[in-house]
Each structure stands twice: as C-alpha cells, then as structure tokens.
C-alpha cells in the first residue's frame, strides 16, 4: 500500500470520519505547503508528552500548565469539594465546565455500559470511581455524587451500574446521589415533547 | 379554473402543504371510491356544526360529547382547579393532556407574540385570559397560573407580554406565576446542551 | 368516535400524512371561516363528477374542458403520434408535460410492478396498454414506446414486466422501444455519482 | 496556547472539520496507544516526500510507484490518448477512475472558476491545459477534450472560462469538445426532475 492510501486508512480510523473523507484529508494536506504537516507531524509527537492523564478525575490535561499529577481544576483550591459529577468522556466534562454553572469536582468514567453488557468493569473505570469517593468521603470531603450521562438507555445503564458498584461506599458514609434533571430543551414546542420530559418540565416549574 | 386546479389550490393552503403535494392529495382522492370523497365532504360540513370553542378555556370540543358549552375538562368536577397551564395551541394541550402528568385546567391563548410585533392584544387572546383568572382567582379557586410556551425568544415574548397583561389581577389575588422547567431532553448527550439547559438540569437535580 | 377524530382519522389516509398532521389539518379547519369548509366539501363532491379517466391514455382530466370521452392531449391533432410515452402516475406525466420537452402522447400505466410481486397484472394496466399499442400501430400511427419509470429497481421490473406483455405487438409492428437516458442530474459533483450515472453521461457526451 | 488546542486548532482547518469535532480528534488520538500517533505522525513526513505532483495531468501520485515524472496513467502505453477529460479535484478523478467506464487520459484542472471571478486564471490551471493541449494536438495524439465539471453555475462557469483559453488551440488542430451528458440519476421519480433533465433524459433515450 502507498503512502497516500496509508494515510487515508489512518484518518478513516477518526471517529466519525468514512474512507471518502479520509482521502479528503489527504488531498488537502497535499495541496498545504510543507510546513503545516511537519507542524501537525511534530504536534503528534509532542501531545503524547505532554498530555497526561489527571490522576484524581482520568481529565487529560497539559501538564506544563500544572506542576502536580493532578488537573488544574482538581488541584484547585477554590472548587467545591462537596460535589463530584460524573461523566463518561472528556468532551461532557469541557461542555460542562464551559457553561460556568457548576464548581465541583469531576470524574471521567471513561465510557457508557451498553444494555446486555456482560464486563461492564471493562467498559467503565468504576473500580477507580468506587476508591476516589471512598478516599474523599473518609476526609469528609464529599456529600454528593452527580451523575451527568446520556439521556438514553445506555446512559441509564451505566448509571445503574455505577451506582450498584458504589453503593457500599455510598451507604457507609450516607452520601447523596442525584441525577442531572429533565425537562423542556432549548427549541422545544410543547406539541412534541414525550410523557418524562413534560413530566419533569412541570414537577421542575419554577 | 378546473375543478382538479381549484381543488389543489384549496389544498395547498392547508399547513405545510405545498402545490405539490396538494395536487396528490387530489389524484388520491380521483383514484378512491366515490364514498370515500362523499364522507369526507360531509365531515367537513358536520365538523363546523358539531365542534364547539370551549368558553372557558377556547379549547376545540365536539359538543355532543359535553351537554355544557364548556368542554369536557373544564366541566370535570375531578381536576383540580388551583392550577391553570396557559398554552399557545390545541396542539400543545393535546399532547400535555396526553402525557397524564397534569390534573389542572388549560386555557389556550391561541398564537404566538413575535417579537417586535406592534398590536399583540390581535395575536393573543390576553383580556380573555386575565377576564378569567380574575374570575377563578375571586372565587378562590385559582392559585397558579403556569406558562407552558415554546422554549424560543417567540415564547419568551408570549410570556413576557401576557404576564405584563395578567400583572394586576396576579398582584390582587396574590397568584403564583411560573414556566415549565428547563433540563435535559430525552436522547441529550452531555457534550451539547447549552448554558441554560445545563445549568436548568444541574440546579432541577435529584 | 367524534368528528374531530373521525376528520382526523380521514386525513391520515391521505399520501404522508401522519396522525400528527391530520389533527393539524383540522384545527386548522376549525379556525378557517365556514366558507372555507363549505366550499371544500362542495369541491369534493364535484371533482367526482367532473372529473373522468381519458379512455385513451387513462390520464385524469376535466370534462368539462373537453366535449370527448378522451383527454385535451390525446384529442389533440398537432400532438405527434408516433411516440407513446409510458409513465407510472397522473404527477409523472404533468412533470414531463410541464417540461415543454415532448410533444407526443402518453400512457399512464397506473401504478408499479415491485421485484417478487405475483400478481403483477393486478398492478398496472398492461393489458389496456397492449390493447392501445396494438390498436395505433395497425393504423399506422405509432412507431416508439418511451419506458419513462423511476430509476430504482421496482421502476426497472415494470418496465421489464410491460416490455414483456408488449413483446408480441412490438415484434408483429416492428416497433421500437426505449427508456430515458441516465446521467448526471442538476447539482451533481463528479466526485459522488455511480457506475451506471458515470457511463452514460459519458456515452451520452456531447 | 497548549499541545491539546494546538492540535485541535490545527485538524479545524481540515475541510468540513469545525472545532468540536477537531477536539474530538485530539481526544481520539490521547485515548489510543503511543504508535498510533507516531506512526500518524511519520507518514505525515513521508507523504510530502513521497507523493509528487503528475507534470502531465496535475494528479497527485506516489513516485514510489512509477519511476517516471509522469503518473501511473499518464505513462500507460494502453490508455487511449485521443481523449483529455478535464476535472476540477483528484476525487472527482479518482470517482470516474473507479468507475472503469472511462480508458482515456485526465487533467486536473485544481479548482473551479466561480460566477463574477475577476482573477480566473489564479483559479484553475487554464495555461497548463492549454499547453498541454496544444502539445498532444500537434503530435496528433487528441482528438476530444471532455469536459466533466460540476453540473451547477460554478461548473458551467469553469467551462465557459476553460472553453474560451482553449478555444485557439482548439480552432487551430480542429478539436472536438465535449461535456458528460445530462439525465436521470439513480434513485429518480419521474414527478420531480427540473425541465433540462428531462430534455435530455428524452434526447438521450436508448
């Protein structure tokens, strides 16, 4: 295989990116000057350096904007400790903390528990979610966990999951667990939302 | 004009029916059975005969399902009477009513109030509206008036405009005024949602 | 059932339309003036009878635009009649005729025959179109049928099923057949179109 | 700015990529192994190196693969060299090259001109064409220059543009020149193609 086909099979292993797209890419690093791929070379070789994984809540972060192993909003003293939030992947956490409404801590789970999954231990780092909130809860550290996944069946799964695998720890120091809640998105007309979402939209009123 | 060319015409002035599917629904009709077209022109003549507007809440009803000239959920002694949901159309309280989460009464305010619109008194039925809160508020049998509208600025605006008409019967009686909570919706992925659904969904937690 | 939902329930059998926009329809009915039902229901007890099939091309039309029992275009001597075009409905047929591009006759042959279909005689008019064939051409009058179906596989099995039934008349006449030329359709980017779209734009060059 | 936005800010610029999926990207690449990137990151130096521009028709070649200047097409003694198809991008090329319906020779003309350009010639190759052109011709070696751009007003402007650079030359050795021919694609209903479709559809018929 040449090169230009081995690029485009590696680009075509990018989430959400088909063969066509890929050669795509290709062709339009071709038709860059030199510089912009030895750039983008040199970047692929120095983000492996320099990103680490944030050893309290599995963020990836630079570490040259942090001397700790631990993130900058780990490591923060001004975050609300009480709070943990969930979530299964990088992206929901920086969608979150873009919005500015939560100070809390995180945890990235890394992953969503399929229905049927046979070794949700595999899917999920629970063992290491299960051994943070024991540590926080044992230094009076935390009081609750918010668990921020997908609003559908797998999501729901996996907060089935983890809470089951928690639940010693959470009994053990009578933590709180709760649930991003629902309601009417931004766009909605009332003609269409289903019977959970103007449930919770109504019991939500304010 | 044709009797063919006078019928799509008539057709495509349905909602979200543009010349051609109109012309369908004609060929549709020519390729049925003489009943079917029969029945459907005498529906169409029983249908204004038999629908009334409820004149309380200006909801659609057939009357000879109700004896009264109001429909029959504001003539459900069963329904509790504290609560009123202002909505923009049918449309929207038929899917509430649907959904089996709410028990109180509807008034349907019959559009919507555009922004920058100069006469919103001709969009909205607002002096209705206030002519009955201030009646049910009298006889102490209303606390709540909740605004079920759709979660666009055209909505805001609707609420905006008929809160400010409503402002001094709610003072007088004391009323409690509230929207439909803001959250997630089903099938959201946490990566997405904007500021206000996510800081709704972190503050309506449970 | 009342007449809202048996309205309601008319609507819904019309081609894509749902329960939601069927209910649609009628509120939007309800808030029309009476008039705009009378005339409609008028409308459509009228189209029935105003309306026949032409008994030559079985294309719907307004008698009374037309004193004879065939159609505007199959009574019209400057039409050319040695091509019969062949289409699958009324909306097929006004398509090409508002295209100014032919000036023969045409055929609609009711419907489609779909790939494994048992009955396929029960699903077009392939006997009257034999009849019509073998008529015109034993006056001299007709030398080419035009296949003008969908570009799909069910489009393709009628024209093979017609061609088939046509097979003894075209034989006894020697006539010609064809089907619509395929190639590169408005908007079309060079980088996306198919095997079979790529060929015969490139034999059809000019 | 850090490695993370650095490289998300880079795979932005890649075309049809916005941010979000770009961090995506990033994410992706942290969450496989070491290799993965270092591999990525070496054929992003080799590509530069070992693809090289075709001096015939502009196609991007790996030279690996050929030991000549000329691409794999251009210097096959079996394509038929009486034929120029002119294109704007490789994927175009590379679509009708899949197609295997087409043996004759390409140019890629590496761009489009579109309505009101005052600098047409910055946009696509016109001059190399043309010498190119001029060049086969005068060896007798082209007969036909196909034209196979988009089929929109900046395809048609591409041609009208190319069309009049080449039209010396053209004039001068009594070339033929062509465009792809216009017709159904795969997937039409006869109801719903504009008017220049169907004409040709109709001329085209086989």
Redesign the interface.
């Known amino acids: 295989m040449?090169?230009?086909n081995?690029?485009t099979e590696?680009f075509s292993q990018?989430?959400?990116i088909g063969p066509?797209?890929a050669?795509?890419?290709?062709?339009?690093?071709?038709t860059r000057n030199?510089n912009f791929?030895?750039?983008?070379?040199?970047?692929?070789?120095?983000?492996?350096n320099?990103?680490s994984v944030c050893t309290s809540c599995f963020h990836?972060?630079?570490e040259?904007?942090s001397s700790t192993k631990e993130c900058a909003i780990c490591s923060n003293q001004n975050r609300n400790t009480d709070t943990l939030m969930v979530?299964?992947?990088?992206?929901?956490f920086?969608?979150?903390e873009?919005?500015?409404?939560?100070n809390g801590l995180y945890f990235i789970i890394g992953g969503t528990v399929p229905l049927l999954e046979k070794n949700p231990e595999q899917r999920v780092r629970s063992k290491e979610l299960s051994t943070l909130v024991e540590s926080r809860a044992s230094q009076n550290k935390l009081k609750e966990v918010?668990f921020?996944?997908?609003?559908?069946p797998d999501?729901e799964n996996t907060r089935i999951y983890t809470e089951g695998v928690l639940a010693p720890v959470i009994k053990k120091y009578s933590l709180k667990t709760?649930?991003?809640?629902?309601?009417?998105?931004?766009?909605?007309?009332?003609?269409?939302?289903?019977?959970?979402?103007?449930?919770?939209?109504?019991?939500?009123?304010?």
């Open positions: 040449d090169t230009i081995k690029l590696r990018f989430p959400g066509r797209q050669k795509r890419f290709v062709y339009f690093l071709l030199k791929s030895e750039e983008l070379s040199q970047l692929l070789l120095e983000i492996k320099d990103v990836f972060f630079n040259t904007t979530v299964h992947r990088d992206a929901d920086e969608n979150i873009r919005s500015g409404v939560y918010v921020a996944f997908s609003v559908n999501g709760s649930t991003l809640g629902r309601g009417l998105s931004t766009g909605t007309e009332l003609e269409y939302p289903d019977i959970e979402t103007i449930k919770s939209a109504f019991i939500n009123r304010q």
